[in-house]
């Protein structure tokens, strides 16, 4: 694959097939988070939710510090099924399709916390697809983009570009999860020195999600 392929490519699987250098577990997870959140609002049972909102809180720890990933992932798999077997003894069309989209819902929020997570990547991106489409389920390859940069073009980050001001925006950003401040974190890079196309521009496009490439650099994490 090329650096322009890259960049034009919709199908997830293709691009974790492709990315194997420049992920990350915790890149993974990242993208798991940001693929649910059109989904949140289908996730009606507690146990579902609770899945989502233990991801969030724990996806910058190391996975082998968190003991409570098996009791949560099976209360996760028991919602999934409940709704499963809800949406089997529906007889009205209409309702057993909106019970399909609550069940597969579920399922999204039970894979997010699978043990690999490569597969939860792929998993929860083709789940949350059906839910709400597949036309905004092609989004997910952006947001993957957005997550894991370019691995077949290199851009070079100098250290001096990590001014106070620089390194305090990103982390407040990375902190809040609102990243309206991207343009102005750009203008504050350009005054620190930099000049690299790649990076102005990415401070300048949209959509920006925990897990940002670019974010991530300024703060050292992979």
Excluded at 34 to 52: E, F, K, T, V
Excluded at 179 to 189: E, Q, R, V
Excluded at 195 to 213: M, N, Y
Aim: proline share 4%; aromatic share 6%; net charge negative.
């Amino acid at each position: 694959m090329t650096a322009d392929e890259w960049e034009s490519i919709s199908d997830v699987q293709s691009l974790l097939n492709c990315s194997e250098s420049a992920r990350s577990d915790r890149k993974l997870r990242l993208f798991c988070l940001a693929c649910c959140q059109p989904i949140l609002g289908y996730l009606d049972q507690p146990m579902s939710r609770a899945a989502i909102e233990f991801l969030e809180r724990s996806v910058d720890i190391e996975t082998e510090l968190w003991p409570g990933i098996p009791a949560v992932r099976n209360e996760a798999k028991l919602a999934h099924n409940y709704l499963h077997i809800v949406m089997l003894q529906e007889n009205e069309p209409a309702e057993r399709e909106r019970s399909l989209v609550r069940s597969l819902a579920a399922e999204a929020a039970h894979e997010v916390l699978d043990d690999d997570a490569t597969w939860a990547a792929a998993s929860t991106s083709s789940l949350v697809g059906r839910v709400i489409g597949k036309q905004f389920g092609e989004k997910h390859a952006d947001l993957l983009r957005e997550i894991l940069g370019n691995p077949f073009r290199t851009v070079e980050f100098d250290p001096d570009w990590r001014t106070s001001n620089v390194v305090s925006m990103a982390r407040g950003m990375y902190r809040t999860n609102d990243f309206a401040a991207m343009p102005i974190l750009g203008d504050a890079l350009q005054d620190a020195g930099c000049e690299e196309t790649e990076i102005l521009d990415h401070c300048r496009s949209a959509p920006h999600v925990k897990g940002c490439w670019l974010i991530d650099r300024i703060l050292g994490w992979e």
